[in-house]
């Protein structure tokens, strides 16, 4: 592994990364990802640019009326970003133990700065992934990976279970396989997600 120092980032932008993606935009990659500055309650996507030994700092998509508590992102060929609010509100422990269906996701163009609430009703939506017309949503508490058709507008529909397993957490395709991990002991998770010193068990499926 590489450390890819990261150039260009404006000042007094803090870089606390979570969800990311990488995509090839006109020809030249480019990665997205989340980070998170709980202390202002600000949260945001950094778009960087993709050189051999570097990240070149590109953009800051932003828009606090829906990045609201973002766990995963991800982008299609296009440059629409998809990304999950795990929680109606950034911390909403009760909300998850609960299971109350106040999680959801998020439609952004870039480039035409439109945003909408693309598909809602779930709880702690998590990784997702886009391949095609599809889009794949995993929920931790609801142990289901969810399939949508995209829609031209960005609105997800025809939503189906594409399977069941429990504590999912992140989505990625490989060749025509979904790659995904879980935490199996949810309330052992629940207690690592407060402090990393208590551990917690993961699996990888396929």
Request: proline share 4%; hydrophobic share 35%; charged share 25%.
């Amino acid at each position: 592994s590489t450390i890819l120092p990261r150039i260009n980032t404006p000042e007094g932008l803090l870089f606390h990364p979570h969800g990311i993606d990488l995509q090839v935009l006109n020809g030249i990659p480019y990665l997205f990802t989340i980070s998170h500055n709980d202390e202002k309650n600000r949260h945001l996507i950094f778009k960087y640019r993709v050189e051999q030994e570097r990240l070149v700092f590109e953009d800051t998509i932003s828009n606090p009326k829906y990045l609201i508590s973002p766990n995963d992102l991800a982008v299609s060929e296009k440059g629409e970003i998809y990304f999950s609010n795990d929680a109606g509100k950034r911390g909403a422990m009760l909300e998850q133990l609960l299971k109350l269906k106040r999680s959801h996701v998020v439609y952004a163009n870039p480039e035409t700065n439109t945003w909408r609430k693309a598909a809602g009703k779930m709880v702690y939506a998590n990784g997702v992934a886009i391949r095609g017309g599809k889009v794949y949503v995993a929920t931790t508490r609801s142990n289901k990976i969810f399939e949508f058709d995209k829609n031209e507008n960005g609105e997800l529909s025809n939503r189906k279970i594409l399977t069941k397993i429990k504590g999912l957490d992140n989505l990625m395709f490989y060749e025509d396989k979904i790659i995904t991990t879980s935490h199996p002991k949810s309330m052992v998770f629940i207690k690592h997600v407060k402090s990393t010193e208590n551990k917690s068990p993961s699996l990888v499926h396929e």
